[in-house]
């Protein structure tokens, strides 16, 4: 199950990491968001050591939610080299969420 980070750990668990990371911003009242649970899971397990794969609670870290300008959820950002990649808005499958994934590992 990938960790949840906040701002006190963001930038060492995802900025700083080594490997590309995967952020999924969510929240707890979201059905998108929990329908993406096991995509993500399925995810973290088939690249566990090419993508790091963390969420941030939007609500918690709202924060963070603004910093990265995130209105919806789920949104996912992609992180590589400490910068942001790309963003997906919104429930997405597992195949498509892989090709994305591809391009950076």
């Given at each position: 199950?990938?960790?949840?980070?906040?701002?006190?750990?963001?930038?060492?668990?995802?900025?700083?990491?080594?490997?590309?990371?995967?952020?999924?911003?969510?929240?707890?009242?979201?059905?998108?968001?929990?329908?993406?649970?096991?995509?993500?899971?399925?995810?973290?397990?088939?690249?566990?050591?090419?993508?790091?794969?963390?969420?941030?609670?939007?609500?918690?870290?709202?924060?963070?939610?603004?910093?990265?300008?995130?209105m919806v959820s789920?949104?996912?950002?992609?992180?590589?080299?400490?910068?942001?990649?790309?963003?997906?808005?919104?429930?997405?499958?597992?195949?498509?969420?892989?090709?994305?994934?591809?391009?950076?590992?």
């Amino acid at each position: 199950m990938a960790a949840r980070v906040s701002k006190d750990n963001f930038e060492v668990e995802v900025l700083q990491a080594s490997i590309p990371v995967l952020v999924e911003f969510y929240s707890d009242s979201c059905i998108p968001c929990k329908q993406m649970s096991p995509i993500l899971g399925d995810i973290e397990d088939d690249y566990e050591d090419h993508l790091k794969v963390v969420k941030v609670n939007a609500n918690f870290d709202g924060e963070l939610a603004e910093q990265y300008s995130v209105m919806v959820s789920p949104t996912i950002l992609f992180f590589k080299d400490g910068k942001e990649a790309e963003r997906v808005r919104g429930l997405i499958k597992k195949p498509e969420l892989e090709e994305i994934v591809k391009k950076y590992i």
